[in-house]
């Protein structure tokens, strides 16, 4: 009788598994992770990150590549001197990452990401490797994406991956908020082979960013306005002679770090905690006070009633 219920509890399970993994009305769509974190045990009850952070007060994963790393840079600092580390922010990264190409990894459980955690005011990294993992491992109250920077303002890159990618957090998350990056044009001069799909123009770049951000961003709770923040802070600053960016992509430059840093906090952390980091600044040993003014002028526009950034009201 036991080996009769445990051939019919595999048989149970295997179901389960192929229910997950399709969907009727969209033959395509192959959510193929079978946990649900807000009705299971946690995936990984052993890993530290889960250890550190499955009490905290909100919860949130950053989706991307190296982008997402520039715009969390500071994060920890923040939460550390801010929020008393009552507050997790996690990125789930890997190189040059497309939505497509998130969607893919998703699909093969590719071990092929970086998983860093906010503790102490430092990164730590984790053991996590996967996109289903990562997501799995906590109850998430907010996950933000972005597209790869090349593909950013191309809007038919966008779909059906955001979409899909969406529909699973939602699906593994109920009532979890999103969040949608919108990352910075490359400075003129550039040389990467993606900045030619814009005549090499930065301000083509940027309205089509903003264009193809504001569709990605439809029904998304928060809107995390990276790339209005960069053009506004390159005309604020025209003698930074690398605009922020050694590369012409990346920004390297701990002034502009900080700034994206801040417009993130107040926009994902501040409603949850009433705590503003524009309001009440924290500079890093890095960043000059004096030389951060225009920025956080800029900060505070976009952060005002009617600005570009203001948040979604937290429920």
Not at 91 to 97: A, D, E, F, I, Y
Not at 206 to 221: C, K, N, R, T, V
Not at 276 to 286: G, K, Q
Request: hydrophobic share 35%.
């Amino acid at each position: 009788m036991k080996q009769i219920l445990s051939i019919l509890a595999v048989a149970l399970t295997a179901l389960c598994g192929l229910a997950a993994c399709s969907h009727e009305d969209d033959p395509e769509y192959s959510p193929c992770m079978v946990c649900s974190p807000a009705d299971t045990a946690p995936a990984h009850p052993d890993s530290p990150l889960w250890a550190r952070h499955h009490g905290s007060a909100l919860k949130i994963l950053a989706i991307g590549n190296s982008f997402t790393i520039n715009a969390c840079h500071y994060l920890p600092m923040l939460i550390s001197e801010l929020d008393g580390d009552s507050i997790c922010i996690a990125r789930l990264t890997r190189s040059g990452c497309s939505l497509s190409q998130h969607w893919e990894s998703h699909i093969s459980g590719a071990p092929d990401y970086d998983l860093y955690y906010s503790d102490g005011g430092e990164w730590v990294k984790s053991e996590i490797k996967t996109l289903d993992e990562a997501l799995c491992l906590l109850d998430w109250d907010i996950v933000t994406f972005q597209q790869a920077s090349y593909l950013s303002g191309i809007w038919r890159s966008y779909q059906p991956y955001l979409e899909y990618l969406s529909r699973l957090c939602r699906e593994t998350h109920p009532g979890v908020k999103l969040g949608w990056h919108y990352t910075w044009a490359y400075r003129p001069g550039t040389q990467h082979d993606g900045f030619a799909a814009y005549d090499w123009d930065s301000e083509k770049m940027h309205q089509a960013i903003i264009e193809a951000g504001d569709l990605a961003s439809e029904g998304m709770e928060y809107k995390l306005h990276s790339a209005t923040l960069i053009h506004d802070m390159r005309k604020a600053y025209p003698e930074v002679e690398n605009q922020f960016s050694e590369d012409g992509y990346h920004i390297s430059n701990p002034t502009a770090l900080l700034a994206i840093t801040m417009l993130w906090h107040d926009t994902l952390i501040e409603p949850k905690n009433g705590v503003s980091s524009i309001a009440d600044p924290v500079y890093p040993a890095d960043v000059d006070s004096e030389s951060f003014l225009r920025a956080l002028d800029i900060l505070r526009q976009m952060h005002s009633p009617g600005g570009s950034s203001v948040p979604m009201l937290f429920e």
